[in-house]
T-cell receptor, first 115, second 115 residues
Framework: ETGVTQTPRHLVMGMTNKKSLKCEQH?????MYWYKQSAKKPLELMFV???????ENNSVPSRFSPECPNSSHLFLHLHTLQPEDSALYLC??????????????FGPGTRLTVL | AQSVTQPDIHITVSEGASLELRCNYS??????LFWYVQSPGQGLQLLLK??????LVQGIKGFEAEFKRSQSSFNLRKPSVHWSDAAEYFC?????????????FGTGTRLKVLA
């Protein structure tokens, strides 16, 4: 595997379910990101991790719970979601979070549908 | 507040025609600017970036962009469009906030290419 991978690619869940999204990067990067992409809206940054430490939580509801066990893996745990949470969730990674090493590489995304 | 505006939601061009996608940004300091492309079912791929120096930036796939500070613009251009260029294009500005470097994305421009 190369680049940034995300699993599953598609997920349908009920509002009472608990599920997790997984992201893995094979680039030797230290920073990882979760974004939400909804139709007709700009990409919304949700969380940033740098060297496994969360450095950004963009006022994301607590029903989204990120986990970063190491610099290569990032999870997004989901519980009691709402239909408006249906979106494409993109993971990205970068070498770092400073100006010169922040070029972000994106995974293909997980298309989430909440019924 | 920092923002990115892509005024064209959809653009249709004929194959072989020239292309210009518009991007305007609002940012108080020196901007770091990016163009990404997203093909259906894929993540975002970096086309080009501007940090400093020459205001005309060359990217992959024959794309270029010109930074115009006086107009707060970073328009993407291609002299001759190929059918495979049909995708969604996102402009982004890099901003430093609370010690973390983050991207702010525009809402995207969807490009359709006619044979």
């Amino acid at each position: 595997e190369t680049g940034v991978t995300q699993t599953p690619r598609h997920l349908v869940m009920g509002m009472t379910n608990k599920k997790s999204l997984k992201c893995e990067q094979h680039l030797g990067h230290n920073a990882m990101y979760w974004y939400k992409q909804s139709a007709k809206k700009p990409l919304e940054l949700m969380f940033v991790y740098n060297f496994k430490e969360q450095t950004e939580n963009n006022s994301v509801p607590s029903r989204f719970s990120p986990e970063c066990p190491n610099s290569s893996h990032l999870f997004l745990h989901l519980h009691t979601l709402q239909p408006e949470d249906s979106a494409l969730y993109l993971c990205a990674s970068s070498l770092g979070t400073s100006v010169r090493n922040n070029e972000q590489f994106f995974g293909p995304g997980t298309r989430l549908t909440v019924l | 507040a920092q923002s990115v505006t892509q005024p064209d939601i959809h653009i249709t061009v004929s194959e072989g025609a020239s292309l210009e996608l518009r991007c305007n940004y609002s940012y108080g300091a020196t901007p770091y600017l990016f163009w990404y492309v997203q093909s259906p079912g894929q993540g975002l791929q970096l086309l080009l970036k501007y940090f400093s120096g020459d205001t005309l930036v060359q990217g992959i796939k024959g794309f270029e962009a010109e930074f115009k500070r006086s107009q707060s613009s970073f328009n993407l251009r291609k002299p001759s469009v190929h059918w495979s260029d049909a995708a969604e294009y996102f402009c982004a500005v890099g901003t430093l906030s609370s010690g973390t470097y983050k991207y702010i994305f525009g809402t995207g421009t969807r490009l359709k290419v006619l044979a």
